[in-house]
């Protein structure tokens, strides 16, 4: 593991043949497998879901991959897909707060079953639903782009908000990583690590290119500059 996380988001990936195309991208030196749940409700697209997560568990387990899953979840209501994760093997759940009746409950809910929690923060959304939770999470997650789709653009105004979010954090003392999600490229990693991200999403960046390790290299340099 290191310290800057890449989360390679499997919407991108190759589903034909989404275990060999995600052990390759962990061979190529990622860290986290980000796994985008869509239920064509609380966004406009449709995606997988804990049966899809329990054989790619399986299958990176029988491998000999220890990588975690990120389960991002973009449905509503959340809670009866939680401990459905859950037992698929999620490593992170995390949702987003607007799509929640009861966000403690939720969150309260993720850890009880052994997972890390974490709450998403869409362009528009406010930060201040962190203001009660945050000895709750274990992740903050800040969308830069809209949820529902790959390969948009990042929508610069996030790295403001990831300034306030890295501060609250730090403020807090508390143990927490700050991920971003969207439009994640080799060429705007480095700002965005200064403005405060410890944890990296990047689907379209890292699988429409045919060298996915050329790609993890170039923005582990960034990284490092
Ligand atoms: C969008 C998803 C993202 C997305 C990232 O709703 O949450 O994880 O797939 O894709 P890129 O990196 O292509 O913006
Ligand atoms: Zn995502």
Redesign the pocket.
């Known amino acids: 593991m290191h310290d800057f996380l890449i989360a390679p988001?499997i919407?991108?990936a190759d589903f034909a043949r989404l275990g060999d195309d995600v052990a390759a991208v962990l061979d190529a030196g990622t860290d986290v497998v980000?796994f985008?749940v869509?239920d064509n409700h609380y966004?406009p697209n449709l995606t997988i879901g804990p049966m899809v997560c329990k054989a790619l568990k399986k299958y990176l387990d029988s491998n000999g991959y220890s990588a975690p899953i990120d389960v991002?979840l973009?449905v509503s209501p959340v809670d009866s897909l939680i401990a459905d994760f859950a037992a698929a093997g999620a490593t992170y759940i995390t949702f987003h707060p607007e799509a929640s009746d009861h966000v403690d409950r939720s969150l309260q809910l993720i850890r009880s079953l052994g997972c890390k929690a974490g709450l998403v923060f869409n362009p528009a959304t406010p930060l201040h639903y962190l203001d009660y939770v945050m000895d709750k999470l274990d992740v903050i997650l800040l969308?830069s782009?809209n949820?529902?789709?790959?390969?948009?653009s990042f929508i610069p105004g996030t790295l403001d908000k990831l300034r306030q979010a890295r501060q609250c954090i730090d403020d807090s003392g508390l143990d927490i990583r700050l991920e971003i999600?969207?439009?994640?490229k080799v060429d705007n990693i480095r700002e965005i690590a200064a403005a405060g991200a410890d944890m990296f999403?990047?689907?379209?960046?890292i699988f429409n290119q045919p060298d996915y390790q050329a790609v993890v290299e170039q923005m582990r340099e960034q990284l490092a500059s």
Not at 181 to 184: A, C, I, K, Q
């Open positions: 988001s919407l991108s980000h985008d869509m966004v991002h973009m969308m782009v949820p529902g789709f790959g390969g948009q999600d969207g439009g994640v999403v990047a689907g379209s960046a």
